[in-house]
């Protein structure tokens, strides 16, 4: 295996990296992921300018990862499978989700919109100063659903295809795509790389997690598959589409439509079918994610387990 560890070591290191996650959350400081936030910042006010920005692009993304990932890969190979476990303890971002999230609902629900709007502002770009309940509800419960996939679901998908170096390389794409994938003067040339790479290592886990949304759908496995197929294609995102509109039709809920960004209203394809958000969706989509959370650890430690005996019989 790419990892380099049998396939038991590697169950066991899923599960170890997944349980470090929820008794310890993200670091609070020294995160891995700020300090390489900082670096890739630095790279692009370096290299974001003058001609061939696509091929800037390039080069920053290749100065970015690729060096960060060898030392992973290298610190897996010579230290054991703690060191796996470590790794998808600080690329995985299961417990985050649930402190990011979960807030909200609870400010919802005592009727406190400015503690609500506040707390969603950490963890969407769109404007949160006028939403009202309905406009939060609906924002907490899309990050859900897409950070479902991001967070969660593709880090667990690369740790099973590579380990620790699998999480590393997979998180500092995406990291890259959250900074530099947008559609702008400032980046459309130069993230276009970082864009186009988290596309193509996002688009198996983005549609495992879509099918894994759909099998736990509360409302109709029907609905959420339907859902998945008619609004996917409509949505800007060829990852986070199949994702969310599978996860809308899973809570029966409606999902999409108006957001504000930058003062500007922007008119986004639908998602799901039903109501329209409210505070509880938040929860029921956090149990979505927690769900197919176990969903996939006993999938994926069931079918290593299998493998490990295929392998020793």
Not at 179 to 196: C, I, P
Not at 211 to 219: K, M, T
Not at 298 to 313: E, R, S, T
Request: charged fraction near 15%; include cysteine.
């Amino acid at each position: 295996m790419l990892s380099g560890l049998a396939p038991t070591t590697l169950a066991l290191a899923l599960v170890a990296g997944i349980v470090l996650d929820l008794l310890l959350g993200e670091a609070r400081r020294w995160h891995p992921l700020v300090g390489f936030g900082r670096l890739a910042s630095a790279l692009e006010r370096r290299l974001n300018g003058g001609r061939s920005r696509t091929a800037r692009g390039l080069l920053a993304w290749m100065l970015a990862v690729l060096p960060l990932s060898l030392l992973a890969w290298l610190a897996c190979a010579y230290a054991g499978a703690a060191v796996h476990a470590v790794l998808l303890y600080l690329g995985i971002g299961l417990r985050s989700l649930r402190d990011h999230t979960l807030p909200i609902h609870a400010a919802l629900v005592r009727g406190d919109l400015d503690a609500a709007r506040g707390l969603t502002s950490r963890i969407v770009s769109r404007d949160t100063e006028q939403a009202g309940e309905s406009d939060l509800a609906k924002a907490g419960a899309e990050s859900l659903l897409e950070n479902g996939n991001d967070a969660v679901f593709g880090t667990l998908f690369w740790f099973l295809v590579g380990g620790g170096a699998g999480v590393v390389l997979f998180r500092l794409a995406n990291t890259l795509d959250a900074m530099w994938g947008y559609r702008n003067a400032r980046f459309n040339l130069f993230g276009r790389v970082a864009a186009r790479v988290d596309d193509v290592l996002n688009y198996v886990p983005a549609r495992l997690t879509a099918l894994s949304y759909v099998l736990l759908a509360e409302r109709g496995r029907l609905r959420a598959w339907r859902c998945w197929r008619a609004q996917a294609p409509a949505w800007s995102s060829p990852n986070a589409g199949p994702v969310m509109a599978s996860g809308a039709g899973a809570l029966g809920v409606q999902l999409g439509g108006a957001a504000v960004y930058d003062g500007v209203t922007e008119q986004r394809p639908p998602l799901g079918t039903g109501p329209d958000a409210c505070a509880d969706d938040i929860v029921r989509a956090w149990r979505l994610v927690w769900r197919t959370t176990l969903l996939w650890v006993v999938v994926a430690g069931g079918a290593l387990f299998v493998l490990d005996g295929a392998i020793h019989a």
